[in-house]
């Protein structure tokens, strides 16, 4: 009976099917993907779990076909245990309130049985295999009442494992079971949730990778991988060279004939392997004469070729490895003021990115997914770091797709960052983790880097087992040893930094090349509390919990992190501080919509105007975080329901292709532009009170942006400054028109003429203490603006919907930060839903169109709310004839 293990370099989820069917052969070509010959490839769909507490026998009997399993809990594949046993109504929604706090974790401090069985085809090959990864944290493996591996073989949620099955497995039904181990993230090489929530009852403990059986001749394939080299900078050919692993799973030597192609590259060997030889096989290296290069989304298109690779055994089709990759080129150097820069097929890349965050209960949501990722394209982000939590194939293939550059590594904190008391296990399961996750990734050209630190850099010797394991995968890209800057033997400097901030600080801040400011490459930062909307908050909140979220400023909140970010603390203060202590919850969330506008908007505005400096340029920074774990006070430009924060307005607005914008430091208006130069532009920074009197203005005329670089890099074009008016709150608004007259950007702040003072010798990597506050106060006491609202909807024949409302200003004020939102039938928001622009703000008799693009059943209505804007339904029909602003004599609208 044959029981080997084989930790390999594989690429998993080849195909994903409910049974293993076999495949349809066609004949290879460029054209598509196939995999021949009568092998089959099964994934693993679902399972039957059950504590092993209440489970009186072991492995042999519950991994029998046809034991009894009344009682068991059916969950999908990809599963921790809770997050499984949520989809049975086992428990409430741990979503709302504290729900999640009273369950119960003695549930979990055992282990758990994980069962499923799968068939096996007898004209499907002589040899079966069961591979998989994504274990937390240990487990035990059974297969028709053997036991085919320990709790001490595997471990770790990262390697990928494989098991000769053949002599275990009969044509038919057979039964597969796990008893899959508590995950303690202090212990073993997995995943937790450090600061960021609290942490899940199981904490998540399960099976969340693909569980794969495969069948095959004597001949298997796996890690099929195309090395590239693009001649750079002109781009006009790329060398090719493809390779992957042959095993012979036999006891008797075989002549292998291996054809394929690797995109327009054929491709042909012959291998000669001993029983049971593993071999590399490396295919002569080809050039390709003006290849489809594959770009970030908006420097050029995301081209990919296919790859293929059959194998044959005395003219018998064997086996088959298939997958896809891109040819690109990423480059990279770190200046002397130690900041890196990239370049992606020779042309420079400055980062905007934002640090991914899946489902608290890791739950695979490939249809959730697609939504996630386009969101972030439509902020105007090219890069996702992940750190740790680094998901499933679904994800690197929809970057792929979209041109989302991703930025993986490893976590901090847990065993990952406690090299000191490693064992020899843990060392083996760290170059198992390496090499499993660089096969998995390495085909996927939206992989910038792998980053094998995070807060600290591995010492010498966890850092050579790293490079070792990435050398022998043919690693592609550059690695790096931390995200804050330390460095490790052998990878030289990583030109990061991670200096925060991760809690509040005013606007102002960012603009300063010191600390968080923006400068160099930030790997985390950001100015933290980032409220949902009152939809939401509603939706995970108790009455009381809302009362007492503006009532005591001080006090834990339980939808905030752990540890050092436990409470809003700095926040409110703020709040209080600048707009004036709260009156109530629609004020202080108004309030906090506000400040949270203001900061993301800044911080991204001040990176891209400090981008282009010639000392000390802003090349990157990874906003913290993109979306949070479960519904949360902080760190997301939207929440987990994929409902929109003011962040995320904000973030869109700065990352217009046209951008006028005003620096906190000098006041000066400055015009940032991604895309070619553009001339024959006006733009008018104007002055008003809060009544929406003119203070003062400046007029700018035959402006030209300098562009920047095919949308990797921002041109930017510096104006005049903005006087200070004799108002303690005043409001600004920048508008940018063109040669014909038609705007193409506008930006309004409230600004204050004290300004806000950072205590800097306090700084901590939290935050930088204000020391005194800027008086936005007046805010309060704005009068109300009357807005008119009126929407339409059209169903387009890719099934989305698009709904366009019109709001116009009635009154003789300006009305500040108004919003819309679509509802459907049952009141609740539409989600998800991409909006042209939101939160604008109308001075009287401006209009605005807004288009929302979503997929909600049946008819929708649309609210519509704001700062000074009294909450009411738009009315559904025409849209209003657009007013005319007085001040400028042309209707606001894109």
């Known amino acids: 009976m044959r029981r080997t293990l084989l930790v390999l370099l594989v690429l998993a989820g080849v195909l994903t099917v409910a049974r293993a069917e076999p495949v349809a052969r066609r004949a290879p070509g460029p054209e598509h993907l196939a995999v021949g010959g009568p092998a089959r490839t099964g994934v693993l769909t679902g399972y039957q779990i059950r504590s092993s507490a209440l489970v009186p026998v072991g492995g042999s009997e519950v991994s029998r076909t046809g034991f009894d399993t009344a009682g068991w809990a059916p969950v999908p594949a990809r599963s921790t245990v809770f997050g499984g046993l ?70 770790g949620m990262y390697p990928t494992y494989e098991f000769d099955l053949s002599a275990l497995v009969r044509p038919g039904v057979n039964t597969l079971a796990f008893l899959v181990h508590p995950n303690d993230p202090a212990r073993d090489l997995t995943t937790g949730w450090i600061d960021w929530n609290p ?44 390779k992957v692993e042959a095993r012979n799973n036999s006891d008797r030597p075989v002549l292998a004939a291996l054809t394929g192609y690797a995109g327009p590259v054929p491709l042909n060997a012959t291998v000669a392997l001993a029983p049971r030889e593993t071999r590399t096989v490396t295919f002569e290296r080809a050039t390709v004469v003006q290849p489809r290069v594959w770009w970030p989304a908006g420097m050029g298109e995301q081209h990919r070729y296919e790859l293929l690779v059959d194998a044959t055994v005395a003219g018998r089709y ?18 002397d003021d130690d900041i890196r820069h990239y370049a992606i097929n020779g042309r420079p890349l400055v980062i905007r990115g934002a640090g991914w965050s899946p489902d608290l209960f890791l739950r695979d949501d490939p249809a959730g997914l697609a939504p996630r990722l386009a969101a972030a394209l439509d902020l105007g982000l090219n890069t996702l770091r992940l750190e740790g939590r680094l998901g499933n194939d679904d994800l690197y293939e929809e970057a792929d797709r979209l041109g989302l550059l991703l930025l993986p590594g490893w976590e901090c904190c847990g065993r990952w960052e406690d090299p000191e008391s490693w064992t020899a296990e843990d060392h083996a399961v760290a170059r198992a983790s390496m090499a499993g996750v660089a096969a998995r990734l390495r085909n996927h050209p939206s992989v910038l880097s792998f980053l094998i630190g995070s807060d600290e850099a591995p010492p010498e010797r966890i850092a050579g087992e790293y490079l070792a394991a990435l050398g022998a995968a043919d690693w592609p890209t550059p690695v790096l040893s931390s995200a804050s800057g330390a460095e490790s033997p052998g990878t030289g400097p990583p030109g990061l930094r991670m200096t925060g901030p991760y809690d509040w600080v005013p606007p102002g801040y960012w603009y300063a090349k010191r600390d968080g400011g923006a400068w160099g490459f930030n790997a985390e930062t950001s100015a933290g509390a980032a409220l949902p909307s009152m939809d939401t908050l509603r939706a995970m909140s108790t009455r009381e919990e809302l009362d007492r979220l503006w009532r005591e400023p001080d006090a834990p909140v339980y939808r905030a992190g752990t540890q050092g970010f436990a409470d809003l603390r700095i926040f409110h203060a703020a709040l209080a501080g600048r707009y004036g202590p709260p009156t109530g919850l629609e004020d202080y969330v108004g309030k906090a919509h506000l400040a949270q506008f203001e900061a993301v908007r800044a911080q991204f505005e001040a990176y891209a105007r400090n981008s282009a400096d010639a000392e000390r340029p802003a090349t990157g920074q990874i906003y913290w975080n993109l979306t949070a774990a479960w519904p949360s006070m902080h760190w997301q430009l939207f929440d987990s329901s994929l409902d929109p924060t003011a962040g995320y307005h904000a973030a869109k607005r700065a990352h217009e292709p046209l951008h006028v914008q005003y620096s906190y430091d000098d006041r000066s208006v400055v015009l940032v532009r991604r895309g070619r130069d553009l001339s024959g532009l006006t733009v008018r920074a104007e002055l008003f009170g809060l009544d929406g009197r003119r203070l003062d203005g400046e007029e700018y005329t ?39 007259g038609r705007e193409r950007s506008r930006n309004v702040y409230w600004l204050s003429a004290a300004p806000d003072v950072l205590d800097y010798p306090a700084t901590s990597y ?4 204000t020391s005194s506050y800027a008086d936005l106060t007046g805010l309060a006491g704005m009068a109300r603006a009357e807005v008119a609202a009126a929407y339409s909807s059209e169903v387009r024949s890719n099934g989305d919907t698009v709904t366009t409302v019109t709001l116009s200003n009635t009154s003789q004020v300006p009305a500040l930060q108004v919003g819309a939102r679509v509802l459907g039938a049952d009141g609740r928001p539409v989600l ?28 929708v209505t649309v609210r519509v709310e704001g700062w000074n804007v009294t909450s009411g339904p738009a009315a559904p029909g025409p849209a209003p004839a657009p007013g005319r602003d007085p001040g400028q004599g042309r209707p606001y609208g894109r």
């Open 702 to 740: 035959d402006v030209t942006a300098e562009g920047g670089n095919r949308g990797g890099t921002v041109g930017v074009t510096r104006l005049g400054t903005v006087a200070v008016p004799d108002a303690p709150t005043y409001l600004l608004r920048l508008v940018a028109t063109d040669a014909k």
């Open 86 to 155: 949520l989809g049975t109504g086992a428990y409430p929604d741990p979503f709302h309130s504290t729900a999640m706090a009273a369950v119960d974790p003695a549930a979990f401090a055992v282990p758990w049985w994980f069962r499923a069985d799968f068939p096996v085809a007898p004209d499907a090959g002589e040899h079966t295999a069961l591979e998989f990864s994504g274990v937390l944290s240990r487990a035990e493996v059974w297969v028709n009442g053997t036991r085919v591996a320990g709790a001490d073989t595997v471990v």
């Open 766 to 769: 939290i935050t930088t203490p």
């Open 832 to 859: 998800p839903v991409r909006w042209s622009d939101n939160l604008v703000c109308l001075w009287p008799g401006e209009s605005v169109t807004l288009r929302a693009t979503h997929r909600a059943a049946g008819a």
């Open 318 to 335: 064997s086996d088959g490895a298939r997958d896809r990759f891109g040819v690109r080129g990423v480059t990279t150097r770190v200046d």
């Open 199 to 242: 942490a899940p009852p199981d904490r998540n403990m399960g099976l969340v990778g693909d569980v794969t059986i495969r069948q095959s001749g004597p001949v298997a394939l796996r890690g099929a991988r195309v090395l590239t080299r693009l001649e750079l900078p002109g781009r006009d050919h790329a060398d090719l060279t493809a």
